[in-house]
């Protein structure tokens, strides 16, 4: 399954993971962690960097699930003006999980995917001869 980092109190800059896409995660709480970007992104991005997180710093498996815990707004480990919350318990988090498949409109809390899709919005790392 999946191990939970478990953190009291909010994260410093100096916690916080960076993924491939430049966007920060932080750890909220042992349920919780949310995606800062680095500015404007797409939707993908911050799949791509929740994914990522999941799996490096969580030790969540490819078919693990990754949730939408709260939808965009302001950061609370960074007090930055747009971040998005996510969890791979969502019973912890106090959400219910949206019905897979199906086209879902932005970003919405219950919404899922596998970490293996998640990191499939990230972008190709250049390689450098």
Sequence with gaps: MFGVLAVAGFATQAD?????NGARVN???SALFEVIPS???RNGDYWCAAGEFARRALGAGWTDRVY???ERGQSVTTQRRTALQFTLNPGAAGITPLPTGGFKSGLPVGDSMSIQQAEGYCEPVPITF
């Design 16 to 20: 916080a993971f960076t993924a491939r």
């Design 27 to 29: 750890q909220v709480n």
């Design 39 to 41: 500015g404007r992104v």
């Design 68 to 70: 939408i815990a709260r």
